[in-house]
């Protein structure tokens, strides 16, 4: 996330809304609990530069990231260019859907009016300023909060079948954390490219899995996926952290490993030493072990427009939250008990 430099290519926009208000949610310092740290304020609508437009928000979504860059967990996140002592970015929302209220004047493409889903700093709030870069029209299909359940956890989850573990038609893919925001997208978008996808998720959980089109669900309080019976050409770890050794034993022999978030709750690494040890082991061993940052692009929110109006993949979400209840739907996410994605409505 970059600081945005007033210059010659990236000036105010004219009749850019800077001076009006808008009620946001904000946070003045780090805090892993989400009741301590957000609450709602009146404060100045964003100005756009030449490369964005100004989305009046019709909804937002959580995601495991809400909670990283309000907390400030683990530390790295800080020393990222969010902010070493207090957030430098007040609203930790990203995900959004809503309409178009005016464009910069370096803008093709939209235009006031339009219907649109993508990813800014700052989306639990009426209004969120947003590059065209990270920016597609929403599927006709869905609602505005539906839409807005798709970017950040939709990007994540194509990338990871798509780029990462090279999902091919036939292959047996299974897929660690497939109830949350990344794995109800994974199953989708792993069956859609022809894949045989068993489910891991808790016993509330395996029903609204087997609806996403797993053909098979392991309920892991109630059998060990790695215990060697299975093998599979692809997994997928979202938000796991079984051991290494322990997934290489589910892999096939030149089986690839795409670990996508892993949480320990470490403030320094919060698991992200599994990641690093899995990429330095990878060159030394048939099987392909790694991880990957998610690409926030338009060309892929586009990908995903038409995999969603195509009828292929549905965004799978449980619950809406209002503006002034994100807190609550933070804490939902924490308590691990959400299937599918959370979304805000404005």
């Given at each position: 996330m970059?600081?945005k430099?007033?210059d010659?290519s990236?000036?105010?926009?004219a009749?850019?809304?800077?001076?009006?208000?808008m009620?946001?949610?904000?946070?003045?310092?780090?805090?892993?609990?989400?009741?301590?740290?957000?609450r709602?304020a009146e404060?100045?609508?964003?100005v756009?530069w030449r490369d964005?437009v100004?989305?009046?928000?019709?909804?937002?979504s959580?995601?495991?990231?809400t909670?990283h860059l309000?907390?400030?967990?683990p530390?790295?996140?800080?020393?990222?260019?969010?902010?070493?002592?207090?957030?430098k970015y007040?609203?930790?929302?990203r995900?959004?859907?809503g309409t178009?209220?005016?464009?910069?004047?370096?803008?093709?493409g939209f235009e006031?009016?339009?219907?649109?889903?993508?990813?800014?700093?700052?989306?639990f709030a009426?209004?969120?300023?947003?590059?065209t870069?990270?920016?597609?029209r929403k599927p006709?299909?869905l609602?505005?909060g539906?839409?807005?359940?798709?970017?950040i956890?939709?990007?994540?989850?194509l990338?990871a079948?798509r780029?990462?573990?090279?999902?091919?038609?036939?292959?047996?893919?299974?897929?660690?954390?497939a109830?949350g925001?990344?794995?109800?997208f994974a199953?989708?978008?792993?069956?859609?490219y022809?894949?045989?996808?068993?489910?891991?998720c808790?016993?509330p959980?395996?029903?609204?899995v087997?609806?996403?089109?797993?053909?098979?669900v392991?309920d892991y309080t109630?059998?060990?996926?790695?215990?060697g019976a299975?093998?599979?050409?692809v997994i997928?770890?979202i938000?796991?952290?079984?051991?290494?050794?322990d997934l290489?034993?589910?892999?096939?022999?030149?089986g690839?490993?795409?670990?996508?978030?892993?949480?320990?709750g470490g403030?320094?690494?919060?698991g992200?030493?599994?990641?690093l040890?899995?990429?330095?082991?990878?060159?030394?061993?048939?099987?392909k072990?790694?991880?990957?940052?998610?690409?926030?692009?338009?060309e892929?929110l586009?990908?995903?427009?038409?995999l969603?109006e195509s009828?292929k993949?549905?965004?799978?979400?449980?619950r809406?939250y209002?503006?002034?209840?994100v807190?609550a739907?933070v804490?939902?996410?924490?308590d691990g008990r959400?299937?599918?994605?959370?979304?805000?409505?404005?």
């Open positions: 970059q600081h430099q007033l010659n990236a000036r105010p926009a009749g850019a809304a800077g001076a009006q208000t009620t946001s949610v904000v946070q003045d310092r780090y805090g892993p609990a989400p009741e301590d740290v957000l709602l404060i100045a609508r964003p756009i964005e100004l989305v009046k928000v019709r909804a937002a959580v995601d495991r990231g909670w309000m907390a400030g967990l530390y790295p996140v800080r020393l990222a260019g969010f902010g070493v002592r207090r957030p007040a609203n930790p929302g995900s959004l859907a178009v209220e005016t464009v910069g004047d370096g803008v093709t006031p009016g339009d219907e649109v889903f993508g990813i800014c700093s700052g989306s009426e209004y969120a300023a947003v590059r870069g990270k920016l597609s006709a299909n609602t505005f539906q839409a807005a359940a798709v970017p956890s939709g990007l994540t989850a990338q079948v780029d990462h573990g090279r999902v091919r038609a036939g292959e047996k893919v299974l897929i660690v954390g109830s925001g990344v794995g109800s199953v989708q978008i792993a069956k859609v022809g894949a045989d996808v068993t489910a891991v808790s016993t959980k395996t029903d609204m087997r609806g996403l089109g797993a053909g098979h392991i109630r059998a060990d996926f790695t215990d299975h093998r599979y050409d997928l770890d938000g796991g952290n079984r051991r290494l050794s290489r034993r589910a892999l096939t022999p030149k690839r490993l795409v670990i996508v978030g892993s949480e320990t403030r320094w690494l919060g992200t030493d599994r990641q040890r899995a990429q330095l082991l990878s060159p030394f061993i048939a099987q072990l790694g991880t990957f940052v998610s690409s926030e692009n338009a892929d586009a990908a995903l427009r038409e969603i009828g993949v549905t965004p799978a979400v449980e809406t209002p503006l002034g209840e807190a739907a804490r939902h996410m924490l959400t299937h599918g994605k959370l979304v805000i409505t404005v």
